[in-house]
């Protein structure tokens, strides 16, 4: 268990509540888990009538490693304390969670808002009123009240005892009405430099923990860290479904506020999310006063000369659920529902195309497609197509500014290649300003972290398009996890959304042969990857020789928007892709369409190619594994992915020595006598 994780079950063990043998296995505890001795020190001086400076250093000196307590013990006494180990959704939150993402739930801006002014009752104090009306509002007549008079006092502090806890809030109020202003009379005398507390939740007349309280109708909100006037006007501003604000007399006001749970368990997670939300506007709450049996202060009495009084009642929302309801519509920022009835006659205009018959403004396109297929050689062309008002791929495309997100390529090759596809396109770059590029390679981090960058960057550049390249380099979680990849397409949709273009990207295909495959099932990982974009293309080798050395590629779409057209059959011919226009290609099969026969045969070729062949594409394939490594090691894993084979074939082929000089260790593919980073 983490140092983090053990500090924070700390905060669900009370030390006043420990037995002095409980007291020392946390110490214990602590110290085997590697712990400093202040840790234990802190969390032992929250009970000020048991704690003595020193007494913990002096008992950690004695702690053996074989005592046989480890940091389970205090795992063991934080369940008891009602803490629990849970992944899902509707778990208790630990005190160092926090709700949702880091902009959620921001309703107030601390550091702008304005205080709100709060009125001294001054000589028409009436302090009878001031309790009267708080615990009327707190309780029924029926209800047992906790309360705090008598102190301790330990080098100039005052602390609280237990109090008293037998008397009905009925009682109170009854004796109140008769004292003729003199509130010692119900209460007892009190210590003029202390004031005094009350427990705002009721309990059985038996005791005064948390095992006593009969209903969990409310929590403290406290927090001295801002100026008093500020914590009214947050307090406020965040509509907190308070019953009773009361001034403290000293730097906080004492909150309490609605949470009407059922039983202990609901009280935790209403608590934990009532905090959460105030800390994240800019309260910061003490977190001891979590505790349904916690004391606030009494309004009606004085504290060090100043007052302790009752400033307002039943404000903020009525209850704790109308309270989480409204912190959930206003922070959702999702639309309203409408009805289709009243948009029948007047429907909105649809996002113009982006690519003709493929894609619209504002969508997303997922380009997926098997390694040699120049998926990167097509964004460009794409890129370049938007950039100057020109066809991709024989599809029209709207003209206006891209932006190329380069995360695979060096900056000189990503430049090179640019320049090398316009020249290869025999297109003159009148728009080349257009075309912006952000190049990525060694610098890439998560998409959930790369978005808001994004986003940010990109503001100000007035886009139609912003084009990936790769994904595999940005992908957060497991690629076959479903609702990790939904998470993960979902950062799509919030650059789309934020700057109001269309987001392209690519993907690569999983391993085997895919010819036979619907082209939503060719992608690589989670179905969420075909089925998340409103535009997926598609591209399959075809199965050629071409006495040129081109490579012959099928491309088939499947369009959320659009009609899907017909397999468009190209060339790439490095570094462009070319329209098969002379239908060269029209009744090309991929590799698995081929019937046996026709496997046979080319089977029996492949395996009469001469040796010079053979190591001819394996250098190739190392050359090109070379280069693309960021750190130029060839591994069998890159050969066997550029061959489309199994790694067990391609070291079957390294072992056979007919493809050349090639040795393998350790998975990494070596070629001695050869010169460079890849030799090791």
Request: hydrophobic share 35%.
């Amino acid at each position: 268990m983490s140092k983090l994780n053990l500090i924070s079950l700390l905060n669900y063990i009370e030390p006043s509540s420990c037995s002095y043998e409980e007291w020392i296995q946390v110490g214990m505890g602590l110290k085997q888990e590697g712990y400093p001795v202040s840790d234990w020190e802190a969390w032992s001086s929250k009970d000020t009538r048991r704690w003595h400076r020193g007494e913990c250093a002096a008992k950690w000196k004695g702690f053996t490693n074989g005592s046989g307590i480890t940091g389970a013990t205090i795992t063991e006494l934080a369940k008891q304390g009602g803490w629990k180990s849970t992944s899902t959704d509707d778990r208790v939150l630990s005190w160092d969670d926090i709700v949702g993402s880091d902009s959620e739930y921001i309703i107030v801006d601390s550091e702008w808002v304005e205080g709100k002014e709060i009125t001294d009752p001054g000589k028409k104090w009436d302090p009878v009123h001031d309790i009267t009306t708080y615990l009327s509002t707190l309780f029924d007549s029926t209800d047992i009240v906790g309360y705090v008079t008598d102190v301790w006092e330990k080098e100039g502090r005052y602390f609280p005892t237990k109090g008293i806890a037998k008397k009905t809030a009925g009682e109170i109020i009854d004796k109140l009405g008769k004292c003729n202003g003199d509130i010692s009379l119900v209460f007892g005398d009190t210590t003029p430099k202390a004031g005094a507390w009350v427990r705002f939740n009721p309990l059985d007349g038996n005791g005064i923990s948390n095992d006593n309280i009969t209903a969990f109708n409310y929590a403290l909100v406290e927090s001295d860290t801002l100026d008093i006037e500020k914590q009214y006007a947050i307090m406020t501003k965040l509509e907190l479904p308070i019953a009773c604000l009361v001034h403290s007399g000293k730097k906080s006001l004492h909150a309490i506020v609605h949470i009407d749970a059922g039983n202990y368990e609901e009280y935790r997670k209403r608590v934990d999310y009532l905090y959460q939300v105030c800390q994240k506007n800019g309260l910061e709450i003490d977190r001891q006063n979590r505790n349904p049996s916690r004391l606030s202060r009494l309004p009606g009495v004085e504290r060090d000369g100043n007052k302790q009084f009752l400033i307002a009642t039943n404000i903020g929302k009525s209850d704790f659920q109308s309270w989480h309801d409204w912190v959930e519509e206003v922070n959702d920022n999702l639309p309203d529902i409408e009805q289709l009835a009243s948009e029948w006659d007047n429907l909105p205009e649809l996002s113009p195309p982006l690519i003709a018959d493929v894609l619209r403004q504002g969508h997303k396109m997922l380009l997926a497609g098997p390694s040699k297929a120049g998926k990167s050689f097509a964004l460009i062309e794409l890129c370049i197509a938007l950039a100057e008002g020109e066809n991709w791929m024989g599809f029209s495309c709207s003209m206006g500014r891209v932006l190329y997100v380069n995360l695979e390529l060096d900056r000189a090759s990503c430049l090179h290649r640019f320049k090398d596809v316009y020249e290869a396109l025999d297109l003159q770059a009148d728009h080349i300003k257009n075309i912006d590029i952000w190049n990525l390679r060694g610098k890439s981090i998560p998409m959930d972290k790369l978005a808001p960058k994004l986003i940010r960057r990109a503001q100000k550049g007035n886009y139609i398009a912003i084009v990936i390249d790769p994904i595999y380099k940005i992908i957060t979680g497991d690629e076959n996890s479903a609702d990790q990849m939904a998470m993960f397409c979902n950062q799509f949709d919030k650059v789309c959304t934020e700057l109001g273009c269309a987001v392209i990207y690519c993907h690569h295909h999983s391993k085997g042969a895919q010819g036979a495959k619907r082209s939503m099932d060719r992608a690589s990982g989670s179905g969420v990857f075909a089925r998340d974009p409103d535009a997926l293309i598609d591209m399959i080798q075809l199965d050629v020789n071409d006495s040129l050395g081109r490579t012959a590629w099928r491309l088939e779409g499947t369009l959320r928007e659009f009609k899907s057209f017909d397999p468009l059959n190209v060339w790439f011919d490095y570094p462009i892709h070319k329209i098969d226009r002379s239908g060269t290609l029209q009744d090309a099969k991929t590799p698995s369409e081929l019937s046996q026969k026709e496997r046979g045969k080319k089977g029996l070729e492949s395996q009469t190619r001469s040796a010079s062949e053979r190591r001819s594409r394996y250098q190739e394939a190392f050359d090109a594994c070379q280069f693309a490594a960021e750190d130029s090691i060839v591994t069998i894993d890159a050969i066997a992915q550029y061959f489309e084979v199994d790694e067990k074939t391609v070291k079957r082929d390294i072992n056979s020595k007919r493809i050349g000089n090639f040795t393998y260790k350790n998975g990494i593919v070596i070629q001695p006598n050869k010169t460079g980073k890849g030799e090791k």
